[in-house]
């Protein structure tokens, strides 16, 4: 008698989870990648870490076709607008990362023209540290956004109406205001320290 | 050089200080002058000297600066293309409006110098044919690199719309 004798009819299973399950091995990423990031990105695939080991190789250039945005890379001003409409035309049902230490918080950037923080604008379902993470780190997060997926993912993606708030960063203990901006005016003849500001 | 201050300095007499750095000479115009003389000194300079190509247009703020007696300064590095010889004409200008004549008529090029100086520091270009913002966005309303400008900002960055997940 062949095996096939033995395997059951029909399986018992929540159309959530097969519907879930597919989904998280196959996310496409949209690359927003504006800095050094975006090499990172690159690398990660490339054939020595190899992204499509977990599915998500089909990076594609357009936000219509993909399902998971990464943003790599500092975020200016001038770009928060673009970055909401791409998010606003990728199809749902949707994920974002946000990679490295600029996208997620300004990092070292924290100048006038540069955003403090992503998830200031947009809804954020994973951070990733480092500057720049190395490809491992963002490897992790794509496990963890398919763990997410899996957990909390719903066939028909009801599971996001529920995220009606805000979920950036709650303000500071005490935030700097603009004229508390260190300002150190340098020592122009001996470029050595600073000295008393003139009058 | 010396020939080119000499012509300078005929036509233009008393109208600007002169001080050299190796081969190449500044030429620096006080803000009491350098509105009305500004235009035809690179004129000058241009057609009859020679100096017929604009390297680059820069502002500098001399906020705090010890001995600074005006505040702005738009520098043009004119370079002379036979000689290779530079000149840096520096014109100085002042608050409230700091305002220079445009050198777009003598160099297309100017143009998007000049409006990058309008952009970072606020020095209006009289006669330029599109003064807009360059680098900042147009409904930016301050002028980054002016030296009493904070470093952080004065919350320009916070007034974009939140798109919650719910409504994306």
Request: hydrophobic letters at 45%; proline letters at 8%; glycine letters at 6%.
């Amino acid at each position: 008698m062949a095996m096939t004798g033995y395997l059951p009819d029909f399986l018992v299973t929540k159309l959530d989870y097969v519907a879930s399950m597919v989904r998280k091995h196959s996310l496409w990423p949209m690359p927003f990648a504006t800095a050094c990031c975006g090499i990172e990105l690159m690398a990660t695939a490339s054939s020595r870490y190899d992204i499509a080991r977990f599915g998500s190789e089909a990076m594609r250039f357009s936000p219509r076709q993909c399902d998971l945005m990464i943003v790599a890379g500092r975020v200016v001003m001038k770009m928060v607008p673009v970055m909401q409409r791409i998010w606003l035309q990728m199809p749902e049902p949707k994920w974002c990362i946000s990679m490295g230490a600029c996208a997620s918080s300004g990092g070292v950037f924290d100048a006038y023209a540069t955003v403090q923080g992503i998830d200031r604008f947009l809804p954020v379902d994973v951070y990733v540290p480092g500057c720049p993470p190395r490809p491992e780190q963002l490897i992790r997060a794509v496990l963890d956004i398919q763990e997410k997926v899996q957990r909390t993912g719903t066939i028909d993606a009801r599971e996001f109406a529920a995220r009606s708030a805000y979920e950036g960063p709650t303000a500071l203990a005490r935030e700097l205001g603009a004229e508390e901006a260190i300002v150190a005016p340098g020592d122009y003849r001996t470029a050595t320290r600073l000295r008393t500001p003139l009058n | 050089m010396p020939a080119t201050i000499d012509t300078l300095t005929t036509k233009f007499p008393g109208a600007f200080t002169v001080s050299a750095f190796k081969d190449n000479a500044r030429v620096e115009l006080a803000a009491e002058t350098a509105p009305a003389v500004l235009f035809d000194l690179l004129k000058c300079l241009k057609d009859e000297c020679g100096f017929d190509f604009l390297a680059d247009v820069a502002g500098i703020d001399y906020l705090n600066y010890p001995g600074a007696a005006d505040r702005y300064a738009v520098v043009y590095a004119l370079a002379n293309t036979a000689t290779a010889q530079r000149v840096f004409v520096k014109a100085f200008a002042n608050d409230p409006d700091p305002e220079l004549p445009s050198a777009v008529p003598l160099w297309k090029g100017a143009e998007w110098m000049e409006r990058e100086v309008y952009d970072m520091f606020g020095v209006v270009f009289r006669g330029h044919p599109d003064l807009r913002r360059i680098l900042m966005p147009s409904e930016f309303t301050s002028y980054p690199l002016r030296k009493d400008y904070p470093l952080r900002g004065l919350g320009e960055r916070h007034n974009f719309p939140t798109i919650t997940r719910a409504e994306s």
